[in-house]
C-alpha cells in the first residue's frame, strides 16, 4: 500500500508449525532528483553557518591579535624613521603578545641607553680633543716666548761682549776679554746643546695629530656618533687619542726641562760676565757657600757632554760646613776643572770613562777640591807649562782656561795645582782653599 508519498510491503512468516512473525518493508516514493536536490539545501545552509561563525570568530581574533601587531609595527617604522627612542608601546594583555610588547620596550630602552652613552662618549671625546688642543697651543706659545727670550738674550749678550772688549781695549785688559769670551763659549756649548735638543723635539711633535684627528671629525659630525661605534677608523680615534696626549706630555716635559736648562745657562753666562767685570778692579763679593753645590752645580753645567761620552761619575764628598768664598769666581774655575776633564776622557776614548770628584778638609785648616779623570793624561813636557798663559794642547784652544783658573785660585786666597803619571794614565787638579774668609787680592 502506498502512505503519505511512501511504498509499504506487509508480510506473515509462518512454518509448518504455524505463524512464527511478520515483515514490514517501507520505502519512499521521491524522485532521485529531489532526494538530491534534498541534500544541496542541507550543504548549503550548514556553509552559510559554518562562514558566518568564521566571520565571526575572525573578527574578534584580528581584535586580539592582528592588531597589536600592526601597532607594534606601526611603532617600530615611527622609531626607525624618527630615531626617537623615548617612545614606548602601551601593553594591552598580559598574554604571549603583552610579553613581546614588554621585550620590544626593554630593547628600546636599551637602545636609548647606548645612544645615551654614545652621546656622553662623544661629548668627552670632543671636550677631550679640545683640552689637549688647548694645551698644546699653551705650550706652543710658551715656547715660543722662550726662544723670542734666548734670542733677545743672545742679542743683549752680543752687545756687552762688545761693550766689555771695547773697555778692555781700553783699559789696556784685552787678555780679560779673552777670558770672557772663553769662559761664556764654555757655557754656550750648554746653550746650543739645549736649543738643538729643543728645536729637534718641536720639529718631531706630535702636535699635527691633533689637527688630523680633528680634521676627521669635523668631517663625521653629523654622524659622529655612528662613526666612532661603526667605522673602523672613527673606532681607533679613543685610543688614539689617548695615546696622542700622553705623547704630547712627554714632549712637554722634556722642552720645560730644556728650556730650564737653558734659561740656567744664559743666567750663568750674565754671572761670568759680571763676575769678569769684577777682575777690572772691583772686588768680589764673599758670600757663604757649600763646596758640594758648587762642584754639583760645575757638573750640571757639564752635563751634555758628560752623558754624550758615557763618563762615571765618582763622588767623594767629606761633610763640612759652609764656607766664605766668592762664589761665581770659585763656579767658574770648577767648570773649567770639570769640562778639562771631559775633554781629556773624550780624547782617550776609553770605555770606562771615570771623573773622580772629592772634597776633603786638610790638616792645615784649609779645604781641599780634587778633580781626577783617568783619560788621555799629560805629558811629563808639559806640566810646567800648563798653567801658562796661551799654552793648550787643543787643536782649537787658545791657553787662557787654566790661567785665568790659576789666578783666580790666587785671588781666593789659594793654589791650584796639577799632577799626572804620564800620557795615557789620566790627570788630578787640586784646588786648595782656606776655610777662614780673608780679604781678596786685587
Known amino acids: 500500500h502506498t502512505d503519505d508519498g511512501y511504498f509499504g510491503v506487509f508480510r506473515h512468516v509462518a512454518d509448518q508449525n504455524g505463524p512464527v512473525g511478520a515483515v514490514y518493508l517501507r520505502a519512499a516514493m521521491w524522485h532521485p532528483g529531489q532526494e538530491l536536490l534534498h541534500y544541496v539545501r542541507i550543504v548549503s545552509l550548514v556553509s552559510v553557518a559554518a562562514l558566518s561563525l568564521s566571520v565571526i570568530v575572525s573578527s574578534r581574533l584580528q581584535g586580539l591579535v592582528t592588531a597589536p601587531i600592526v601597532r607594534l609595527t606601526a611603532a617600530a617604522q615611527r622609531i626607525s624613521a624618527q630615531r626617537d627612542y623615548s617612545l614606548r608601546v602601551q601593553k594591552a594583555a598580559g598574554d604571549e603578545l603583552g610579553t613581546l610588547y614588554d621585550e620590544f620596550n626593554a630593547m628600546l630602552e636599551r637602545v636609548a641607553q647606548g645612544e645615551r652613552e654614545l652621546q656622553a662618549a662623544h661629548d668627552q671625546l670632543e671636550s677631550r680633543v679640545q683640552q689637549r688642543t688647548s694645551q698644546l697651543l699653551q705650550t706652543n706659545l710658551k715656547l715660543s716666548r722662550e726662544v723670542a727670550e734666548r734670542q733677545r738674550a743672545e742679542q743683549e749678550l752680543a752687545i756687552l761682549h762688545q761693550k766689555l772688549v771695547d773697555a778692555a781695549h781700553r783699559a789696556g785688559m784685552a787678555e780679560i776679554a779673552t777670558d770672557v769670551l772663553h769662559n761664556v763659549g764654555n757655557v754656550l756649548n750648554s746653550v746650543n746643546v739645549s736649543c738643538a735638543v729643543a728645536a729637534e723635539q718641536l720639529r718631531d711633535s706630535s702636535a699635527p695629530e691633533v689637527e688630523r684627528v680633528a680634521r676627521l671629525l669635523d668631517e663625521h659630525r653629523d654622524q659622529l656618533g655612528d662613526f666612532i661605534s661603526s667605522d673602523e677608523r672613527g673606532q681607533q680615534v679613543p685610543h688614539f687619542l689617548h695615546l696622542l696626549g700622553q705623547q704630547l706630555l712627554v714632549e712637554q716635559a722634556a722642552l720645560v726641562r730644556e728650556i730650564n736648562v737653558l734659561g740656567k745657562n744664559v743666567d750663568h753666562i750674565k754671572d761670568i760676565v759680571a ?13 757663604p757657600v757649600r763646596l758640594a753645590d758648587l762642584l754639583e752645580d760645575a757638573v750640571r753645567l757639564n752635563a751634555s757632554g758628560l752623558e754624550k761620552h ?45 771623573l773622580v770628584l772629592s772634597i776633603q778638609r786638610t790638616a792645615d785648616e784649609a779645604v781641599r777640591i780634587e778633580v781626577r779623570d783617568n783619560g788621555a793624561g799629560i805629558p811629563a813636557e ?61
Open 310 to 354: 758615557s763618563i762615571e761619575i765618582v763622588r767623594q764628598y767629606a761633610p763640612l760646613p759652609q764656607m766664605l768664598a766668592q762664589k761665581q769666581k770659585l763656579l767658574q774655575v770648577l767648570v773649567n776643572l770639570v769640562q778639562n776633564a771631559r775633554d781629556a776622557l773624550s780624547e782617550s776614548g776609553r770605555l770606562d770613562a771615570r
Open 275 to 287: 763676575m769678569q767685570q769684577s777682575y777690572a778692579g772691583v772686588s768680589g763679593v764673599v758670600e
Open 382 to 442: 808639559n806640566m810646567t807649562r800648563i798653567f801658562a798663559h796661551g799654552f793648550t794642547t787643543k787643536q782649537m784652544g787658545h791657553g787662557f782656561g787654566l790661567h785665568s783658573c790659576a789666578n783666580a785660585a790666587k785671588e781666593m786666597g789659594g793654589r791650584l795645582t796639577a799632577t799626572s803619571d804620564g800620557v795615557g794614565c789620566g790627570a788630578s787638579f787640586k784646588l786648595d782653599l782656606p776655610l777662614k774668609p780673608i780679604e781678596v787680592l786685587v
